[in-house]
């Protein structure tokens, strides 16, 4: 079965300093992963995706991860974080045949001025 | 494109009264549209997963006859949380697969707020 793990609840940088978030999935065959970013009382919004192609995933808003298959992770990172960055962050792990998604259970952002 | 609308955006409703929500997407045909509750702070529980033409498939632990999951059409599905109760208040957000692709990504409406007095 599928599974993904969000390391952080919270994570907290100060504005233009790198943004790293982890994830990571448990899977029995290639899976599509995704992170998508919540703001307060706002739906999802999808910031990038990875479906077996590039390993490097380049997303909305300069947000890029890596998919690492020996590590079994998909980390979210920025190079410079922006107050707008702020909100709630999911990865997710899509299950093969019932095109399920598996949310992990979020990372809060916080950016400090 | 890929647009997914819900309607209302929030709700408030009377203890015993029921509510309906609906999700539309707008520009594709979503064979498939999933419904999740999602509680304050917390992360997205899948309820049900809706085929059109064809009856929801519940998550354990979900109330079918509680929770009313209708996918008429190509674009249409909606969520009715019959008898609604307090503890029913939450952040109900669909999405949709767009039909006759091997794709696994949903685009999510933008949720619908429900309050329970």
């Known amino acids: 079965a599928q599974s993904v793990t969000q390391l952080d609840s919270h994570v907290s940088v100060s504005e233009g300093t790198p943004v790293l978030l982890r994830c990571n999935y448990s899977s029995s065959y290639s899976p599509s992963l995704f992170w998508y970013v919540q703001h307060p009382n706002k739906g999802l919004q999808l910031l990038l995706k990875y479906t077996s192609a590039a390993t490097l995933v380049k997303g909305i808003n300069g947000f890029e991860a890596e998919f690492k298959k020996s590590e079994t992770s998909f980390h979210l990172t920025k190079p410079s974080a922006h107050m707008s960055d702020a909100a709630e962050y999911f990865c997710v792990v899509s299950e093969g045949g019932t095109y399920k998604y598996i949310f992990g259970t979020g990372t809060r952002l916080k950016v400090l001025a | 494109g890929a647009v997914v609308s819900q309607h209302p955006s929030r709700v408030i409703c009377k203890s015993g009264t029921s509510v309906k929500i609906e999700c539309r997407s707008l520009d594709f045909q979503a064979t498939t549209m999933f419904w999740y509750r999602q509680f304050p702070k917390k992360s997205l529980m899948l309820m049900a997963t809706s085929n059109e033409g064809s009856k929801a498939t519940y998550e354990q632990g979900v109330e079918k006859d509680k929770f009313l999951i209708n996918h008429a059409s190509l674009t249409l599905s909606t969520l009715t949380v019959t008898s609604a109760h307090p503890e029913d208040s939450s952040f109900y957000i669909c999405?949709?697969?767009?039909?006759?692709?091997?794709?696994?990504?949903?685009?999510f409406g933008p949720g619908t707020r429900l309050t329970v007095t």
């Open positions: 999405s949709a697969r767009v039909g006759g692709t091997p794709t696994y990504e949903q685009y």
